[in-house]
């Protein structure tokens, strides 16, 4: 689901600061550190932690925000694609 996200290698290096971001919790982001070893992995376990933990309250503008404020642009600027990866 959030795998293209994922990709990205300005968002794998800002996982961490975009989860936080996202409000996932200091014990999830440990978790995930703890258990996953790869940049790529942690940012996907980030992301479908926060929209586990968010429920319907995940929206693609919350993590359109995130982008944004990460200066990931060229992630955020592809708008349509959000709708697809959140549902």
């Known amino acids: 689901m959030f795998v293209k996200i ?4 300005g ?3 800002k996982w961490k ?3 936080e971001y996202l409000q996932v919790s ?3 982001l440990l978790n995930i550190e703890n258990e996953y070893t790869k940049g790529r992995e942690r940012f996907l ?3 479908e932690t926060w929209k586990t933990n968010q429920d319907v309250n ?6 359109l925000k995130a982008l944004k ?3 990931l642009t060229d992630l955020a600027g592809k708008r ?8």
């Open 45 to 47: 376990q980030a992301l």
């Open 58 to 63: 995940a929206s693609p503008n919350q993590l």
């Open 17 to 19: 600061e975009i989860a």
């Open 69 to 71: 404020y990460y200066r």
């Open 6 to 9: 994922a990709q990205h290698s």
């Open 26 to 28: 200091n014990t999830d």
């Open 11 to 13: 968002a794998m290096a």
């Open 80 to 87: 349509s694609q959000f709708h697809i990866i959140m549902t």
